[in-house]
């Protein structure tokens, strides 16, 4: 199973998705990877409070880079979790049919079903919107590997 995490930007959100998935599931049968709607920090490492946050819970992210999402995911991945309402109807606008939209999902409707609720941008914001947005992916990729890691 190959599972993408994505935000905007893919330096803040999305990294600590596909950090705290990763970590909670097989890499040998699964495979969890990041992208972002916008292309504006194609290249770069996460955010450094979000390699922060990660390192404050154990988890080594600097391994990612930035990259844009692509319609060519749609073939690449079997899930993709947004972090937004805007990442959602951005990605959707995307879709060739309705095999792609169906792999389309809010990752906080794991947690809240049917709410589409959004996970914050922290980038404004300070330590604490780093700190609020990890547990709130936390919980959510730990409902996510429950599923994912049955048989």
Known sequence: MKILMVCLGNICRSPLAQGILEAKVDSKTI????????????????????????????????????RKFTIADFDKFDLIYTMDDSNYHNVLQLCRTKNDAAKVKMIL???????????????????????????????????????????
């Open 31 to 66: 495979t969890v990877d990041s992208a972002g709607t916008s292309g504006h920090h194609e290249g770069e490492l996460p955010d450094v409070r979000s390699i922060k946050i990660a390192k404050d819970y154990g988890l080594d992210i600097t391994n990612q880079r930035s």
């Open 109 to 151: 409707n794991e947690t809240h079903p049917g709410k589409n609720l959004n996970v914050p941008d922290p980038y404004y914001g300070g330590e604490q919107g780093f700190e609020n947005v990890y547990k709130m992916l936390e919980e959510a990729c730990e409902i996510i590997a429950s599923k994912i890691n049955t048989p």
